[in-house]
């Protein structure tokens, strides 16, 4: 599957010559519902994501809400852009992990994705419960948050990766009170001032990627994007988009 990243020069710029791509955390994304459950009030503080979209048409509100009035590119990726898949967690969900830990600690860093965003019709449809209850047992289970969004935004058709600030599931007793006491230890992985990470690109993907210019690009910006893939990528293909606007 391939998937598609629509973004400004500035930030084609960041990418190309730091070759990371940003997690955004998703109490700092465009759509404030995103993330939001109905049992967890600080859900959008333990995960951070970097949105793409499936579609393979370029698109015209895409253009416009994500690359500066259209005067921006579109990336085409492979999935793999974060490295090969490694490892199956929670559900299937794809995974690799990383020896780097971008919240401190000694533990690996799990990216998990490409995961296809669910498209509902009503609030209360995306805004799942993250704690459930089995015999005598609670759980708190952080991954199913940000798998949803309301239809309004079922255009973009995303798929995006995911990097939760803990790796782990919460269990305990569903008497008593120690689920409430590990549920209490989950705000020290809620780091405030972290409001977006950088992830380093997979090498092999980046190189096979391909850049469209926005219908706005003129000849002067296309001079400085093509100036951008010679200095850092120029193994990327740059064509141009051909829809037409004024």
């Known amino acids: 599957m391939n998937i598609y990243h629509y973004t400004s020069i500035k930030n084609l710029a960041l990418i190309l010559e730091s070759k990371k791509m940003k997690f955004t955390r998703l109490d700092n994304v465009n759509d404030p519902y995103d993330g939001t459950v109905n049992d967890y009030e600080s859900s959008q503080k333990l995960v951070y994501v970097s949105c793409f979209t499936k579609r393979e048409d ?37 995974a690799r992990e990383r020896t780097i830990n971008y919240f401190g600690g000694d533990e690996n860093t799990v990216i998990f994705g490409p995961i296809l965003i669910e498209y509902k019709s009503n609030v209360n449809d995306i805004q799942c419960s993250i704690i459930s209850e089995g015999p005598g047992l609670k759980l708190f289970d952080p991954l199913r948050i940000g798998l949803y969004k309301l239809d309004d935004w ?68 296309e001079i400085i994007i093509r100036a951008l893939v010679e200095k850092y990528l120029p193994s990327i293909k740059v064509t141009k988009s051909e829809k037409k606007v004024v």
């Open 58 to 94: 370029d698109s015209l509100p895409m253009w416009s809400m994500y690359t500066n009035n259209m005067n921006g590119v579109r990336i085409k990726f492979g999935h793999n852009l974060f490295g090969e898949i490694e490892n199956k967690f929670w559900n299937g969900t794809a």
């Open 154 to 221: 079922s255009f973009e058709e995303e798929v995006r990766y995911k990097i939760l600030s803990f790796n782990a599931m919460i269990g305990g007793p569903r008497e008593g009170s120690v689920f409430e006491e590990k549920m209490e230890q989950v705000k020290e992985y809620i780091y405030e001032d972290i409001k977006w990470i950088l992830v380093d690109l997979y090498e092999p993907a980046l190189k096979k990627a391909e850049i469209l210019l926005g219908p706005k690009v003129d000849e002067a910006d």
